[in-house]
């Protein structure tokens, strides 16, 4: 669903929400206009879903460079439009009985991830472990990488949250230095200081707060 958008059903699913009265304002904003409505909401989620920045969201849908209007522009639809009203219109579509889904033959692994294609819409990231460390409080930008690490030696229903939590609360600054996005000023001990913080897991946020705001990009779960 989130691969080529030229092969994928997503665009025909965006021009779907563009009827709901629900959620048309917020996904009119992303649809772009004329006889490629909805392509132009489908490439952000897709992009968005497969882990590219906001910074080159920002650049290719939202004025051709990353400049302070077009990050704000891009973050502004990806939190308050893509992961709020796309979510709800995407997950809604696919519980509907005119889904094209036979819910009562399909197999337990594809229902798991029917199921969870609004939470990777919402967390921007493709995988069910990644979808865990988002909900983990892990950035964005190392969530994929964290959850294929985490998942290689569990099982599907040991991905969770309070398993994810244990793994990440034992990981040394080396291990964490693995999935440091190239191109940022972070080291593996900064990466686990802002988890640290960012999941609460420590008092002492001066330092790390000053990481986050010197950090490339760190995109938070929309609240």
């Known amino acids: 669903l989130f691969g080529d958008v030229s092969t994928s059903a997503l665009p025909d699913l965006m021009r779907v929400m563009l009827q709901l009265p629900q959620i048309r304002d917020s996904i009119d904003e992303l649809g772009g206009i004329g006889s490629g ?3 132009r909401a ?3 989620a897709s992009d968005w879903v497969e882990g590219v920045s906001i910074k080159i969201i920002a650049e290719r849908y939202f004025g051709g460079d990353a400049s ?3 990050l704000t522009e891009a ?3 990806i939190y308050r439009n893509l992961a709020t009203a ?3 219109g995407l997950t809604a579509l696919s519980k509907l009985p005119t889904s094209g889904i036979d819910f009562e033959s399909v197999s337990e692994l ?3 991830n029917i199921n ?3 939470a990777m819409l919402y967390h921007g990231v493709n995988t069910e472990a990644g979808v865990v460390m988002r909900m983990s409080s892990v950035p964005r930008t190392a969530a994929i990488s964290l959850g294929a690490e985490f998942a290689q030696t569990r099982t599907s229903t040991e991905l ?8 990440l609360a034992q990981l040394s600054d080396s291990d964490w230095g693995r999935h440091v996005p190239q191109g940022t000023p972070l080291v593996g001990s900064d990466l686990r200081e802002i988890w640290q913080v960012l999941s609460g897991s420590t008092s002492d946020s001066g330092s790390a707060t000053e990481i986050v705001d010197h950090a490339q990009e760190f995109p938070l779960r929309p609240s």
């Open 75 to 77: 973050t502004k639809a």
């Open 68 to 70: 302070t209007v077009a």
């Open 160 to 167: 969770r949250p309070s398993h994810a939590r244990e793994f």
């Open 86 to 88: 796309g979510t709800w």
């Open 37 to 39: 409505i909805g392509d």
């Open 110 to 112: 594809d229902l798991r």
């Open 42 to 44: 489908a490439r952000i």
């Open 116 to 118: 969870l294609l609004g």
